[in-house]
T-cell receptor, first 115, second 116 residues
Framework: DQQVKQNSPSLSVQEGRISILNCDYTNSMFDYFLWYKKYPAEGPTFLISISSIKDKNEDGRFTVFLNKSAKHLSLHIVPSQPGDSAVYFCAACRPVYNQGGKLIFGQGTELSVKP | NAGVTQTPKFQVLKTGQSMTLQCAQDMNHEYMSWYRQDPGMGLRLIHYSVGAGITDQGEVPNGYNVSRSTTEDFPLRLLSAAPSQTSVYFC???????????????FGSGTQLSVL
């Protein structure tokens, strides 16, 4: 059973416009959510995160929104740039203390930003 | 700093062969883990370790062994490779923050494994 789902395998956006990537989860025990970005032939890199006690977190062009009642989070990139073209993974974890960052990842969404 | 280093980058095995994927980190991180990435499945946790001598299973541990003799190294062993283990493997590490481990993982660049 997929606890974290990214239902859009791909997304294409024009440079300068907004990119919105979506993620749904089923486990209400998740208390921390992250987005990772992955370029081809590289490992994922951390992008932005949000705790379940917040509903929004911003970092420059990137904003993550969390809607706990809908069990939904989204990543907004404004404005989108060609260098943002990559695969984006959302991830979630629950507070299992002293057992490490056991992240549950979604399937990923491939973002393509067209010049 | 090199960060998280994985070797080899590519490997082709025949069914039944064994091999070890190497992972080393130079950030003195307590937590290390192995993930596999498959199309349409995202990244799935295989095994993890919260320190030298301590390992535990993740979501998909079958067919894989790990050990952690030092803080720096966390090798992943395939004892008898199967075609279902064809995947891209990522090693990741993080440090401890209070009673939790930092979920902001640092990943290696991956090992692409094909089992024929």
């Amino acid at each position: 059973d997929q606890q974290v789902k990214q239902n859009s395998p791909s997304l294409s956006v024009q440079e300068g416009r907004i990119s919105i990537l979506n993620c749904d989860y089923t486990n209400s025990m998740f208390d921390y959510f992250l987005w990772y970005k992955k370029y081809p032939a590289e490992g994922p890199t951390f992008l932005i995160s949000i705790s379940s006690i917040k509903d929004k977190n911003e970092d420059g062009r990137f904003t993550v929104f969390l809607n706990k009642s809908a069990k939904h989070l989204s990543l907004h990139i404004v404005p989108s740039q060609p260098g943002d073209s990559a695969v984006y993974f959302c991830a979630a974890c629950r507070p299992v203390y002293n057992q490490g960052g056991k992240l549950i990842f979604g399937q990923g969404t491939e973002l393509s930003v067209k010049p | 700093n090199a960060g998280v280093t994985q070797t080899p980058k590519f490997q082709v095995l025949k069914t039944g062969q064994s091999m070890t994927l190497q992972c080393a980190q130079d950030m003195n991180h307590e937590y290390m883990s192995w993930y596999r990435q498959d199309p349409g499945m995202g990244l799935r946790l295989i095994h993890y370790s919260v320190g030298a001598g301590i390992t535990d299973q993740g979501e998909v541990p079958n067919g894989y062994n790990v050990s952690r003799s030092t803080t720096e190294d966390f090798p992943l062993r395939l004892l008898s490779a199967a075609p279902s283990q064809t995947s891209v493997y990522f090693c990741a590490s993080s440090n401890q923050q209070g009673v939790r481990y930092n979920e902001k993982l640092f990943f290696g660049s991956g090992t692409q494994l094909s089992v024929l």
